[in-house]
């Protein structure tokens, strides 16, 4: 069974850009949770979309945004970069049960600000 | 609020010898629990988790953790560590209620010695 895939696997944008990163879950998993991992900052939680709606957000601007689809893939939107936006972007899926659910983590994309 | 702490950022053994790596939690209620590992570039790989039940939990690759209530404490333990289990370990706890994400240390670097 396929795993939690992400695209791209680099991006490089620059200042003020816009950077768009996709996210594909676990077959028959509904929840898509989105973490950063910055250098020195350590795993930091995002986003969470379940049934297509936002359930939670970490404390992150409003230019980090997103969207999950009917077929429960997910779309982070980061707008107006800046250098410090520069992380690997993990995408973790799970069956969005209430307490003790499991995510299930993809390889990440690196997005790099110039 | 919940907070996990890992005190050791960095450890290196021998291949071949015991592992321990310390996990602290803060939580109110009972936690649900988890250990990540994460190779350099790449995503997190679920090796354990604790929900209820037996407080040893084995996972793969030859880990168990034990969850001990009076210490607020999940170490990962590992009797012989080989050379590719070099990585960095994550220990993480579930968010309560509602909130749906994971909560995570920062990390632990493992670095194994011929």
């Known amino acids: 069974e396929a795993g939690v895939t992400q695209s791209p696997t680099h991006l490089i944008k620059t200042r003020g850009q816009q950077a768009t990163l996709r996210c594909s879950p676990i077959s028959g998993h509904t929840s898509v949770y989105w973490y950063q991992q910055a250098l020195g900052l350590g795993l930091q939680f995002l986003l969470w979309?379940?049934?297509?709606?936002?359930?939670n957000r970490g404390n992150f601007p409003p230019r980090f945004s997103g969207r999950q689809f009917p077929n429960y893939s997910s779309e982070l939107n980061v707008n107006a970069l800046e250098l410090e936006d520069s992380a690997l972007y993990l995408c973790?899926?799970?069956?969005?049960?209430?307490?003790?659910?499991?995510?299930?983590f993809g390889p990440g994309t690196r997005l790099t600000v110039l | 609020a919940q907070s996990v702490t890992q005190p050791d950022i960095h450890i290196t053994v021998s291949e071949g010898a015991s592992l321990e790596l310390r996990c602290n939690y803060s939580y109110g209620a009972t936690p649900y629990l988890f250990w990540y590992v994460q190779s350099p570039g790449q995503g997190l790989q679920l090796l354990l988790k604790y929900f209820s039940g037996d407080t040893l939990v084995q996972g793969i690759k030859g880990f168990e953790a034990e969850f001990k209530r009076s210490q607020s404490s999940f170490n990962l333990r590992k009797p012989s560590v080989h050379w590719s289990d070099a990585a960095e370990y994550f220990c993480a706890v579930e968010n309560g209620g509602s909130q749906g994400n994971l909560i995570f240390g920062k990390g632990t670097k493992l670095s194994v010695k011929p």
């Open positions: 973790a899926s799970s069956l969005g049960l209430a307490g003790g659910d499991t995510q299930y």
């Open positions: 979309y379940d049934e297509g709606e936002e359930r």
